[in-house]
C-alpha cells in the first residue's frame, strides 16, 4: 500500500507541480470550480495564484460541499497530552530534546491521567485526543494501551497523536478503546525531511508515510494527516497532501480522512520558519482541499487566534479544539509548568467557544455518533 503511494507521489515531483501551477491561468481555476469530482490537475489550479482573485467563488463552493456532507455540525474534541518526553530532534519543535535539554520531562502516570480525564470530561468533552512525544522506550505502546482504555471509560471516542507504530502495536491500542489516529507527516519533500528529523525513528519517511495504513488495516475508524505548514511552500505541499488523503480514500475506504492544518507559529529559539504562510494563504490551501476532498473532515486547533478562526469555521471546519492546554497535567492542575509543546492562541473556554460556533449558525456536536452506527 505504501509503495503505490511512494509511486503516486512520484508521478508529482516538486518541478512537474511548479510547471503545473505556473501554467495554471483562471480559466484553469472556472473549470475546476465547475465540475463536481476534481482531478489533480484542477487541485493544483484551486492551489495556483490563479486562483486569488476567485477565493470567494472558492468559499461558497467549499460550504456548500461542506454543509452537504457534514450538515452545519461542528464536533469538539481536546488534546490530553500524556507525556512531554522526546527522543527525536525535530528542529521546530519545543518538545525535542536539544530544544530544552534543561527542563524537566514528565509522563503521567494512571492516577494524573485519570485526573485529566476528569477536569476534561467535567468541561463536557466526549472527544478526546492523547498525545505524546516520540519516546517509545518511555510512553511504550502498553502504556498508550493503558492511558486508552483510562481515557475510555471518560470519553466515547479517543485519538492518539503519537509516534510511527507497528500495524500489531496500533491494534493493541485498538483492542483498548483507541477509534482514530492522527499522524502529520510534516513535510512530504524527502530532503527537506531528512534535514528537520535529524534523529529517532522519525527519521524513517517512508515508515512515517505508510503509518496511517498501518493503523487503518489495525481497526481505527479516523485517521487525520497534514502537513506542518511553514516548513516548504504551501501549495506544493497541499499538492502531496491531496495526493496522500485520495490514496488513502481509495486504499482505506473503511476509515474516514480527517485533514489538520497546523501552522508553525512558535518554533525554539534559533530556528527561522522556511517559509511562512500567511492567513490569506491558509484560507486558500483549506478551500483547495475542501473541493479536492469533499467528503473528509477538517480539525482545527488552537494554535490560530481565536479571530481566525471564527472566520475559518466557514470554511470546510468539522471538528475544534477549545480551552487546551499542551502541558502534560494542564486541566488537573492548570498552575503546573510542565514544558509545553506550543502556545496556544486561541485560550477562550469551551463555552466561549461553543457560544462562538452556535452564533455563526452551526451546531456543536459534543459526542461522536459514528461510533454508536458503528457498534
Ligand atoms: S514534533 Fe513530535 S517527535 Fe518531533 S520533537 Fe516534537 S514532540 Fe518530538
Known sequence: MSTALLETLALWPESRIRETLDAATPDAVVGALSRERRDVRDLIALLSPAAVPLLEEMAREAQRLTRRQFGRTISLYAPLYLSNVCAADCIYCGFSAQAEPRHARVTLTTGEIERECAALSAMGYKSVLLLTGDAPAVATPRYIADACAIARRWFPSVAVEIYAMDQDEYALLCTYGLDSVTLY??????????????????????????????????????????????????????????????????????????????????????????KPVSDAELVQMMLAMRLFLPEAGFNLSTREPAVLRDRLIHLGVTAISAGSSTRPGGYGAPECNQLAQFEIEDRRSPAEVVAMISKAGYDPVWKDFDAAFLG
Do not use: N
Request: hydrophobic letters at 40%; glycine letters at 8%.
Open 185 to 274: 507527516m510534516e513535510t512530504y519533500e524527502r530532503e527537506l525531511y531528512a534535514r528537520m528529523h535529524r534523529h529517532g525513528r522519525k527519521r524513517d519517511y517512508a515508515y512515517r508515510l505508510a503509518a496511517v495504513e498501518r493503523a487503518a488495516a489495525a481497526g481505527v475508524r479516523r485517521v487525520s494527516i497534514g502537513a506542518l505548514l511553514g516548513l516548504h511552500d504551501w501549495r506544493v505541499e497541499g499538492v502531496w497532501l491531496g495526493l496522500h488523503g485520495r490514496h488513502l480514500e481509495r486504499y482505506c475506504w473503511r476509515t474516514a480522512l480527517s485533514l489538520s492544518f497546523p501552522r508553525l507559529r512558535h518554533t525554539p529559539p534559533g530556528f527561522q520558519i522556511p
